[in-house]
């Protein structure tokens, strides 16, 4: 049965479920299941309808009617459809299962309504219900159930040989034979061959367009399943690789301009020379026949930290003090190789539900990065350029962009801090303009000031980051780390704690909606005072949501 309807020879699958990947075969199952449920829904309105209208007839009546609908070939039928969707909405099922089902399903309702009259006599009229079976499920598997017309079609006609059967040898059960024995079976097999071709052209079509499709959505070896995050230069959807296993997170650039391809072309190149596991790993990178740009990375589980914080309030600070080492770790990796992030914010940090460790931290978007290699500026950064998030640049980002190095970073790092344990930002406005002045301006709040309890260590490391002359800050994020790993919770907080904490929340991580950041979330390009073309506010911004 697993092999009806398949093209042995020709290097090319007949099916579309056959295609390697996880989601074809998932595609497939969610159809039959729905397949299942709609044939359970129609044929039960079917019965009802059939007993209030025939119970009215004086030859038959209700006892007649029942005893027509109550019959051992309906019961099946009706089991059938049932165990169809039911067993399709559990435990995910391979493919050559999900094969077999389609198939005996279609080829039950043959058996059933093929041999259903030879039990009882049937009455003439009877005749149109039994044509108008046929067609309605082949074209409803058609519809459907993802198939190629050569499936379908020999689907299709081992479906109608039973009925055919019947009408050949048992057509006497009609009672009384509506026509001559040969017209009986000229309309019948008419009937028959007009739904396997009805059903076939359906699937050659509908089959056609998943194709077009699924092509359409391929990009060299990585096929896109669907959008999981947006920034303002780009969309992120989960892949698969033809060949590879491995989850995969295509980002795909939807900012035009060459300024923004540069950009773009850039953030690949850093992202790419940095090896370090709390920065997300980039596999391949390329561009489509249309000259699209895109590239692949690690596909992570989790969420990240601004939306960890909005759905499930401040973190405790030994967890704050956890996540921070690691994003220290990361940052002392890209200072090391000449890179200044300067987009550190709660959405760029992402948190994974098990990375081999629980809770381990990944820094993503590289699209604002600054180059210090060699002590020259990117072509892309001019002189006096102002980049970054609101919310979270450094006092300098703001006054003088061109002394911005790795204590940048670290500021960054200690507003994002305030906001995990607090729930808010450092310092907020009703504009970015009104940021800036407290930024730049008012000395912050320790977090033990504002309705957290956080210990004076932690206030003190956090105060430092946040110092507004840069001098007064930690050298590097080695140093940083270091004054973390030396704090009163710095083991506070271990794998287990959060594998705990997952485990509680399970639902706290779905699937990433895109949506518009608010004011003073989205990052800020402005350069000699005017903004440049095509860098509107959320340019570079990556969202890398969990699958």
């Known amino acids: ?17 056959l295609e390697t990947g996880l989601d074809h075969r998932r595609q497939l199952q969610v159809r039959l299941s729905r397949f299942g449920q709609v044939l ?96 309605l499920v082949l074209i409803l598997r058609a519809l459907l159930v993802p198939s190629s017309w050569q499936r379908t079609a020999t689907i299709g006609a081992l479906t109608v040989v039973p009925i055919l059967i019947s009408v050949v040898g048992w057509s006497e059960r009609f009672h009384p034979l509506p026509v001559t024995h040969r017209t009986l079976v000229g309309i019948y097999l008419m009937w028959s061959l007009l739904a396997i071709a009805l059903s076939s052209v359906g699937s050659a079509i509908l089959y056609g367009l998943r194709r077009e499709l699924r092509d359409a959505r391929r990009l060299g070896q990585y096929t896109l399943l669907e959008p999981i995050g947006a920034g303002g230069m780009g969309v992120v959807y989960r892949a698969s690789h033809a060949m590879l296993r491995r989850p995969t997170a295509v980002k795909l650039i939807t900012a035009d301009g060459e300024p923004s391809i540069d950009r773009f072309e850039r953030e690949v190149q850093h992202m790419a020379s940095l090896a370090h596991p709390n920065i997300v790993t980039v596999y391949d990178y390329g561009r489509t026949h249309d000259g699209t740009l ?105 006054m003088s962009p061109e002394t911005v190095d790795a204590r940048s970073d ?63 800050r930690f050298a590097s994020a080695d140093l940083l780390r270091a004054h973390l790993e030396g704090c009163e919770l ?24 895109p949506t518009a950041a608010p004011p003073g979330r989205q990052p800020l390009f402005v350069a000699r005072g005017r903004r440049e073309p095509g860098d509107e506010p959320g340019t570079a911004s990556t969202a890398h949501a969990p699958p």
């Open 1 to 17: 049965m697993a092999g009806i309807g398949g093209d042995r020879g020709t290097g090319q699958a007949s099916d579309p479920a």
């Open 40 to 135: 359970t829904a129609a044929s039960f309105a079917y019965w009802i309808g059939f007993v209030a209208l025939w119970s009215g007839e004086p030859s038959i009546g209700l006892d007649g009617a029942i005893d027509l609908v109550v019959s051992i070939p309906n019961a099946v039928l009706a089991v059938t459809y049932a165990s169809l969707w039911l067993v399709t909405r559990g435990r995910a099922l391979s493919v050559r299962t999900l094969r077999n089902l389609d198939a005996a399903v279609v080829l039950t309702f043959g058996s059933c309504w093929g041999f259903g009259w030879v039990i009882a006599p049937v009455q003439p009229v009877l005749t149109l219900d039994y044509l108008l079976g046929i067609q």
């Open 294 to 398: 895109y590239y692949a990375m690690e596909l992570l589980d989790g969420i990240d930290l601004e939306r960890i914080v909005e759905l499930g309030g401040p973190l405790p600070a030994s967890r704050v003090v956890f996540l921070l080492t690691q994003a220290c770790r990361a940052l002392a990796g890209a200072h090391a190789a000449g890179l200044v992030h300067r987009d550190i914010k709660p959405a760029n940090l992402f948190v994974c539900r098990d990375w081999g460790t629980a809770d381990a931290l990944k820094i993503l978007d590289f699209g604002l990065v600054k180059d210090l290699r060699g002590g020259a500026t990117s072509p892309l950064t001019h002189q006096g350029t102002i980049m970054g998030t609101p919310l979270y640049m450094a006092p300098e980002s703001w």
């Open 410 to 472: 670290l500021y960054s790092l200690g507003a994002v801090a305030c906001f995990l344990l607090t729930g808010k930002p450092v310092f907020d406005g009703k504009n970015p303009f009104e940021v800036m002045v407290h930024h730049t301006q008012t000395p912050p709040a320790p977090p033990s000031r504002r309705g957290v309890s956080v210990p004076p260590d932690l206030d003190a490391i956090i105060l430092r980051c946040l110092a507004k002359d840069p001098a007064d």
């Open 490 to 513: 710095a083991n506070a907080w271990s794998s287990s704690d959060a594998r705990d904490w997952w485990h509680l929340h399970p639902r706290i991580a779905p699937p990433h909606r």
